[in-house]
């Protein structure tokens, strides 16, 4: 009987069909004494938590023969371990929050198990079971449960009237577990070496159902990979390349979250083929399961470069990599709605595989200790990776996994967006390309908009997918990177008129002189402040001069050149150009007005002359 920890909530195993007195014979995992009053293992969990936990079972419930009452001291002694080991119970350890498709760690739940003093500074075994929904994960792995209870006994696999339970589970279409779920005991092992390991199991979210994106997917499947030393991949009938695709994707994004690369980054990974259909070509089990996966996962030379660097991938992520065949478990497992795990109703070839992929897991001697960067880890280190992890997947710093169709869609929009912009960029390079003299403002903002017209119409002209709502994002994001790059052309082209490159000194000497006008007139007149104040002015906007003049030879204080040439454009703006304008604007009044007298005046006269002839 291996230890467990104390947080127990209902019974897994038939509670009197064998003797719990250990032999000492028979070694793998460490026996709980019979006389536990002062000798059980600290709770789990607080006293809150367990008012929760489901009442103890009668023994009339659990199927025990009324006949079969207890006739001596030791067999109600039994009877009181057995309602102590009633409280054993999957407890939820990240909460899956469904309307903003978001994680949480139950850290409290996570320490009340981790953290007893029996378990904390054991190194730790994780074994975790992750894949499609309705696929058996949770009917599996109360197996593992019966195993980690009576591995001192051949008939682990309990009677055949006993119904299984332990992590929940049903048959149906809907889904059952959400988030992630570990079993409360945590079970106490002795390795063929002598040492001690503390043997978790964990329980994931199925992926791919009607309610969970894809990053949902891939975040339960990452967390439970990152910090699982064997993950079982548990699938239906054949490893479809669907399958090796996603586990590419799950696989990458939880190598994104942690903070160093290794060469390996994960441990074990084990392909569960469930319903295995194909004993002819590949025999159930370990050996053939091994020489199936081998010919899925091996990479030719004739292969698409898509599918070598997917099979490249997955080698290139764990350290051990193996694969199991399981047998359909028969008709009155799949069709029989009143199906409760009893052993009579699974096909005997289910039962014997099932018997021989168990202990392959969780036999003391196949234990796979957790590892991280190649330091075993404990079971209050554990703890501190759960919530690091979590943190970086509850945060903005990792990119989203999407959808074939949406990444394929976004792709690509892009592609068409970017042959856009290289035809509007190649269309205003022969206009005001760099090797092209300088042209009037007005003309390059009508080549911009003939120029921005045919690329939004190449645009739109490409099939894309994703649909008109999802392609106007893009041909906005178009449109908007057009009148960017227009502005940069534009400001290219003014680079090219000489006098709006002379702008800024033209400035600053008009400033000088008419500050020195100012300086003369006011010092002749007597306002000798007046006089002072317009020297300065001068003297700053020559030393202004001097400084833009270094910059622009030196290509230094740059900033410094900019400020001047911001303040020459301000002045220039608001003060010349206005007044210039103002200027040019009387003289052509006047000039016309005197055009128009003088016009008069020769009319007058040749008139004058008709009258005398």
């Known amino acids: 009987m291996a230890e467990v920890s104390g947080l127990r909530s209902r019974n897994h195993f038939e509670p ?68 102590e080991e009633e409280k054993a ?52 792995l109360d197996f593992m449960l019966r195993y980690m209870h009576s591995q001192q006994s051949e008939s682990w696999m309990g009677g055949d009237d006993e119904p299984l339970t332990g992590f929940t589970w049903r048959g149906g279409c809907e889904r059952e577990t959400t988030g992630i779920q570990i079993w409360s005991q945590v079970f106490v092992v002795d390795k063929p070496d002598g040492t001690k390991v503390a043997v978790l199991l964990v329980d994931t979210q199925g992926a791919f159902d009607s309610q969970s994106t894809i990053k949902d997917c891939a975040t339960v499947f990452a967390l439970s990979t990152m910090t699982s030393s064997v993950q079982v991949y548990n699938l239906s009938q054949n490893i479809q390349e669907d399958d090796l695709q996603h586990l590419q994707l799950f696989t990458e994004y939880g190598r994104l979250a942690m903070e160093e690369i290794y060469l390996k980054p994960f441990q074990s990974l084990m392909f569960l083929i469930r319903d295995w259909s194909y004993p002819y070509e590949h025999s159930y089990g370990l050996e053939g399961g091994n020489a199936f996966l081998e010919r899925r996962l091996q990479v030719k030379q004739n292969q698409h470069e898509e599918l070598q660097n997917v099979r490249k991938h997955i080698h290139s992520c764990f350290s051990n990599i193996g694969c199991f065949l399981l047998p359909h478990p028969g008709l009155k497992v799949a069709t029989n709605p009143y199906f409760d795990g009893r052993l009579r109703d699974i096909d005997d070839d289910f039962k014997q595989e099932l018997a021989k992929l168990v202990p392959l897991l969780l036999a003391p001697d196949k234990l796979v200790e957790k590892e991280i960067g190649g330091n075993k880890v404990m079971c209050r280190d554990l703890v501190e990776y759960f919530k690091a992890y979590i943190k970086i997947y509850q945060g903005e710093e ?29 269309n205003m390079e022969l206009v005001c390309g760099g090797d092209k003299p300088y042209i009037a403002p007005a003309d390059l903002i009508r080549c911009h908009e003939e120029f921005r017209s045919c690329s939004v119409q190449y645009f739109c002209s490409v099939k894309k997918m994703g649909g008109e709502e999802f392609c106007q994002r893009y041909q906005n994001q178009l449109e908007a990177e057009l009148n960017e790059a227009y502005t940069n052309f534009s400001k290219h082209n003014d680079g090219k008129n000489i006098f709006y490159a002379a702008r800024t000194p033209a400035t600053l000497f008009a400033v000088m002189f008419v500050t020195y006008v100012v300086s003369g007139v006011t010092g002749f007149i007597g306002l000798s ?29 740059r900033e410094v050149g900019s400020l001047i040439d911001l303040l020459a454009e301000m002045l220039w703006e608001q003060l010349l150009k206005p007044l210039s304008e103002h200027y040019m604007e009387d003289n052509i009044r006047q000039t016309v007005v005197n055009s128009l007298k003088a016009s008069l005046t020769e009319q007058g006269l040749q008139h004058a002359k008709l009258k005398t002839h």
């Open 16 to 83: 009197t069909c064998k003797s719990r007195v250990p032999d000492e014979d028979l070694s793998g995992v460490e026996d709980v004494p019979i006389f536990h009053q002062k000798q059980s293992p600290p709770l789990a969990m607080s006293e809150n938590l367990e008012d929760e936990l489901l009442p103890v079972t009668k023994a009339s419930d659990s199927g025990i023969d009324a006949s079969l009452t207890p006739s001596s001291d030791v067999e109600m002694q039994e009877e009181e371990f057995v309602a």
């Open 89 to 140: 119970r999957p407890i939820q350890i990240v909460l899956a929050n469904e309307d903003e498709h978001s994680f949480e760690l139950d850290a409290a739940a996570l320490e009340k198990i981790l953290l007893q003093d029996h378990v904390k500074d054991l190194n730790v075994v994780v074994v975790s079971v992750a894949g499609a929904f309705r696929k058996g994960k949770s009917f599996l």
């Open 529 to 557: 402040t007046f006089a002072a104040l317009a020297n300065m002015l001068m003297g700053l906007t020559l030393l202004s001069f001097c400084i833009w003049a270094y910059v622009k030879y030196s290509g230094e204080f």
């Open 398 to 426: 990792l990119p989203h996994p999407k959808s074939m169709l949406q990444a394929t869609a976004e792709a690509n929009n892009l592609t068409a967006v970017a042959g856009a912009k290289d035809l509007y960029s190649k």
